[in-house]
């Protein structure tokens, strides 16, 4: 059996998570699906980053939300020690660049919409115009909370979408098909080990897929 294999915020374990030299290495490791999150800063710029802060990755500190794009791009997000000097001077990327790249090396992006402050319609708006408009339409994965997946399921009725468990799947499934539009997917993106085989024969016989997050070593593949 095949393995659909996404690589974490890029390739983060030899590359700053959320980078762009991220991806371009989870493209040379071979890997065709790669996740993100999307955040955005205080003038209304979607950018990649996991946190509600710059101040783990970079060399700054504050929140993405009272940043603007200017002022986010002057920090260091090859900062992390573990790297040396390899990655120094690495931008936070905008969701338009990361979008591009994806395109240029054919990568399939898991994008995780974060908690938005303020209006989230219109920033998910932003987001599913972004991806129209750079020809990613159906190239791309939308995963987040019921919220998030609700409001681009209004947006865009054929998008992909995965609401991300840490529960038990069989008490979502309901839930799940009720994102069902007729022309979209979707999934449960559900925590390794909270579910079991019995639950994910169950969605796949609603119509329901099951994608699995985090797994780290063989191991957890052969069991997942």
């Not at 983060?12 to 993100?36: H, I, R």
């Not at 998008?159 to 499934?173: D, F, M, N, Q």
């Amino acid at each position: 059996d095949s393995v659909k294999a996404i690589a974490h915020r890029g390739y983060s374990t030899d590359a700053p998570e959320n980078t762009l030299p991220a991806y371009v290495l989870a493209s040379q490791k071979g890997f065709s699906y790669v996740e993100c999150d999307v955040n955005f800063t205080s003038d209304g710029v979607p950018v990649l980053l996991h946190d509600d802060t710059i101040n783990r990755t970079s060399n700054g500190v504050g929140s993405i939300n009272d940043l603007t794009i200017a002022q986010v791009k002057t920090y260091d997000f090859g900062y992390p020690t573990r790297f040396g000097s390899k990655y120094a001077g690495t931008n936070i990327p905008t969701l338009e660049e990361f979008l591009k790249l994806c395109f240029k090396l054919n990568l399939h992006p898991y994008m995780e919409l974060k908690s938005f402050v303020g209006d989230s319609t219109v920033k998910t708006q932003i987001i599913v115009d972004m991806v129209e408009r750079l020809g990613m339409k159906g190239r791309v994965s939308y995963i987040g909370s019921l919220q998030a997946m609700t409001i681009v399921k209004d947006l865009d009725g054929s998008a992909r979408i995965g609401v991300v468990t840490s529960t038990s799947i069989g008490a979502w499934l309901p839930t799940l098909q009720g994102l069902r539009t007729g022309t979209n997917q979707v999934f449960a993106d559900a925590l390794i080990g909270t579910y079991t085989e019995a639950e994910i024969q169950s969605a796949a016989e609603a119509g329901i897929s099951v994608e699995i997050w985090t797994t780290n070593t063989v191991s957890d593949v052969i069991t997942a």
